[in-house]
Every structure is written in C-alpha cells, then in structure tokens.
C-alpha cells in the first residue's frame, strides 16, 4: 500500500538567522522593548526640541524667576534661577548628552574593536605589547585623562566627543582581543589564511563581524558610561560652557540652587536617570538575545 503521506507536498522548512533569532527574542523581552521605546521618545524630544514650537532656551522671564512648574503657562519643569525655561534646557542638554554618549561610544568602538582584533589574532609578541599598552592605560584614572585631554584641547564640545571616546576603549579592546583568540583557530580563518588572504583582510572581514553579537551589547552599556562621564566633567565646570547646556550642567547649577528650588535639580536628574535606565534594560536585551548559551 502507497503511503499516502509520501504523496502530500512536503511543507518547506525555513529556518531563521542569528539576526532573526535575535530580534524576536529582544522583542519578546518587555523590559528591554520599554527602554527603547522610551530612549527613542526621548531622542526624538530632545533633537526635535528646535521644532516643537517651544520657547528658546536662551529666553529670560523676569517675572518667573526659580518659578516652580506651572503648566498653565506651559512651563512643565518651572525655570531656573535665571527664569528660562527648565524643561526647554533640559531637552537642549539631551542633545548635547545623547550625542556625547553616542559619538564617544564609537569613536571607542572604532578603536578597541581594531585594536583587539589585531592583538588577538596575531598573537605573540604584538598581542603582548598592545594589551601591556592596555594594561599601563588601565593604571591611569580615567577621569584624570580626559580631564587633561579637555585641558589641552580646550573646552571645545566636538573634541570632548573624541576626548572620551579616545578613552574608553579599553574594555572593549579587550572584550573583542578575547573573542577574537577564541575563533582565530577555526576553520574558515584558517581557510581564508591558507588562500593568501591578508592578516588585514582576515581581522576586517572574518574576526570583527564574528565578534560583533559581544560588541553591539557592550556599546549599549558603554553609553550610559559616557554619558555619567561627561556629566560629572559638566558638574565640574570643566565640560559644556554656557549658553550650551547639558544634563550635567543643569544638575550642577540646580545644586546650587537646591534650597530654593529643588525642581531645578530634580527633573533634569530624572530625565538623566531615565534614559539610563532605559539603555540599561536596552543592552540586558541585547545580551540575552544574542547570548549563544540561551537558544
């Protein structure tokens, strides 16, 4: 007898990617969902700030000085000690906090990923020396160096970005110098190196997309970092000049003025602490998602 299920079309069977994998389990963690949904909405509000038909920052009411928030004059957060608008400021600090975070997170990235990869696949005596490098860098406090390299160049907001990024790199050299010794003996490296393929080419087009699922979750916690960093230099007096302004700006002159208006210092911290919160739970997500040893 014919079995009939050998006559029934056969359902194709399509597998998913890393990627794909991925993505649906980051979805499927609320968490994670929440926090980017919010970081985008902050993001949107704080670079969409000039277009929102707002008032400018720079704008002074004399008649609302350290005025507490009133929303029937639609001043949401209240104003500083020099009546302008808190919540308006606070959205032009996200501009310059959230680009601080991303630009430096790169320019990081940039350099710890090449600089792990190279280390870690060629091995020996260079791998040495380059972590040594890594390892004498790590001796020094990390807030002293960009502290000095912001003194050097000046207080000039766009060399701030490469200041921090230019110093952070360090743990995501070594995250990446650590994947990369562990994949650098498989067999589509060792293919690609027996076909004369170049040490550069192997590192640009085999290692570092290899390594890419460890680096997208580090980036994520790397921001949150480089954002506190240029608050504490803003708190300082050493970051943003006025009339700019950043979230560690805000706080620092809301401290001042605490006694009289604890607004001033409040929602601008609360806005801050939110959006890491968000990218916190951000890269949890990513970690889980892309973590070989949860699928």
Request: proline residues 4%; aromatic residues 10%.
């Given at each position: 007898?014919?079995?009939?299920?050998?006559?029934?079309?056969?359902?194709?069977?399509?597998?998913?990617?890393?990627?794909?994998?991925?993505?649906?389990?980051?979805?499927?963690?609320?968490?994670?969902?929440?926090?980017?949904?919010?970081?985008?909405?902050?993001?949107?509000?704080?670079?969409?700030?000039?277009?929102?038909?707002?008032?400018?920052?720079?704008?002074?009411?004399?008649?609302?000085?350290?005025?507490?928030?009133?929303?029937?004059?639609?001043?949401?957060?209240?104003?500083?000690?020099?009546?302008?608008?808190?919540?308006?400021?606070?959205?032009?600090?996200?501009?310059?906090?959230?680009?601080?975070?991303?630009?430096?997170?790169?320019?990081?990235?940039?350099?710890?990923?090449?600089?792990?990869?190279?280390?870690?696949?060629?091995?020996?005596?260079?791998?040495?020396?380059?972590?040594?490098?890594?390892?004498?860098?790590?001796?020094?406090?990390?807030?002293?160096?960009?502290?000095?390299?912001?003194?050097?160049?000046?207080?000039?907001?766009?060399?701030?970005?490469?200041?921090?990024?230019?110093?952070?790199?360090?743990?995501?050299?070594?995250?990446?110098?650590?994947?990369?010794?562990?994949?650098?003996?498989?067999?589509?490296?060792?293919?690609?190196?027996?076909?004369?393929?170049?040490?550069?080419?192997?590192?640009?087009?085999?290692?570092?997309?290899?390594?890419?699922?460890?680096?997208?979750?580090?980036?994520?916690?790397?921001?949150?970092?480089?954002?506190?960093?240029?608050?504490?230099?803003?708190?300082?007096?050493?970051?943003?000049?006025?009339?700019?302004?950043?979230?560690?700006?805000?706080?620092?002159?809301?401290?001042?003025?605490?006694?009289?208006?604890?607004?001033?210092?409040?929602?601008?911290?609360?806005?801050?602490?939110?959006?890491?919160?968000?990218?916190?739970?951000?890269?949890?997500?990513?970690?889980?998602?892309l973590d070989p040893k949860d699928r």
């Amino acid at each position: 007898m014919t079995d009939v299920s050998l006559l029934a079309p056969q359902a194709e069977v399509k597998g998913r990617s890393l990627w794909a994998d991925a993505r649906r389990r980051f979805l499927g963690n609320t968490a994670a969902v929440v926090g980017l949904v919010v970081l985008i909405a902050i993001t949107l509000l704080s670079f969409g700030q000039p277009y929102l038909g707002l008032r400018d920052p720079a704008d002074i009411n004399w008649d609302m000085i350290s005025a507490p928030p009133d929303f029937a004059q639609g001043y949401y957060f209240g104003t500083d000690q020099n009546g302008r608008d808190l919540f308006v400021r606070t959205l032009q600090g996200g501009q310059v906090s959230l680009t601080v975070g991303f630009i430096a997170t790169m320019v990081s990235l940039v350099i710890g990923t090449l600089w792990g990869a190279s280390a870690g696949y060629l091995g020996g005596r260079v791998d040495a020396v380059m972590m040594r490098i890594v390892d004498i860098l790590y001796s020094i406090p990390f807030v002293f160096l960009v502290i000095l390299l912001t003194v050097v160049f000046g207080r000039n907001i766009e060399l701030m970005y490469l200041a921090i990024g230019a110093v952070s790199w360090l743990d995501m050299a070594r995250i990446v110098r650590g994947q990369t010794v562990s994949i650098r003996r498989k067999e589509f490296i060792e293919a690609a190196h027996a076909s004369g393929v170049s040490n550069w080419r192997i590192i640009t087009r085999h290692i570092i997309p290899n390594c890419l699922g460890p680096v997208v979750v580090y980036m994520t916690l790397t921001v949150p970092a480089v954002i506190l960093t240029e608050s504490f230099i803003s708190y300082l007096g050493m970051g943003v000049q006025e009339p700019d302004s950043s979230w560690g700006t805000l706080i620092s002159e809301g401290v001042k003025a605490m006694e009289v208006a604890p607004w001033a210092v409040l929602y601008p911290s609360l806005v801050m602490v939110v959006t890491l919160l968000a990218l916190n739970f951000v890269g949890d997500g990513l970690r889980d998602a892309l973590d070989p040893k949860d699928r």
